[in-house]
């Protein structure tokens, strides 16, 4: 199968998420170093989430939309998100109670979001990104970023509470709207 750019990152982004998340769960691959770990996982989530921006960029810049990139592309997103916050969650017993639960609204969000999409699909609409779901999606890349970061620079946590506190909200948000305004094509008779 020969994948155009865009679908290249795509696979790539796919790829560098095991990667992450192996260094997130195991120090050792750092040396036991907490400042080397948190910069080379931060690195590696923001080299993920930055093939997201641009395989879209260049996909629609140059026409190279394909319907591998429309399946593939929201997949990688929610592999690359769930699958840190699944990390983070595990990673950090201290702050494990709070982060359970932004990790399960954002999971159920997905899940719920990609079901409503499927179903929409059927009757011929498509449920583009709304700016809401881009701002969620903004805010769990900078929360994450944060959360890597601020034990080696900070020592306090109180930036990766608000911050996952604003992608609980922002994500439990753009989620209701969607059921708001794609409620209407779900029909339990069919």
């Avoid at 020592?155 to 709207?177: C, K, N, P, R």
């Amino acid at each position: 199968m020969k994948l155009n750019l865009p679908n290249k990152l795509t696979v790539l982004r796919l790829c560098l998420v095991p990667v992450v998340m192996v260094f997130i769960l195991y120090p050792a691959l750092s040396g036991y170093n907490p400042v080397v770990q948190s910069i080379v996982c931060t690195l590696l989530f923001i080299l993920t989430a930055v093939t997201d921006f641009i395989d879209g960029k260049i996909a629609r810049k140059y026409n190279l939309i394909t319907d591998f990139g429309k399946f593939m592309d929201p997949v990688a997103d929610k592999f690359m998100v769930i699958g840190t916050l699944l990390c983070i969650t595990v990673a950090n017993e201290a702050l494990r109670p709070f982060m359970v639960w932004v990790t399960v609204i954002v999971i159920f969000r997905e899940l719920g979001i990609t079901s409503i999409r499927l179903v929409v699909a059927n009757s011929g609409v498509v449920v583009p990104a709304s700016w809401l779901g881009k701002c969620k999606t903004m805010a769990q890349s900078i929360s994450i970023c944060v959360f890597l970061l601020e034990g080696i620079i900070w020592d306090m946590w109180i930036l990766s509470y608000i911050g996952m506190a604003v992608t609980a909200f922002l994500t439990l948000w753009s989620g209701l709207e969607y059921f708001k305004a794609y409620w209407k094509y779900i029909d339990p008779q069919k």
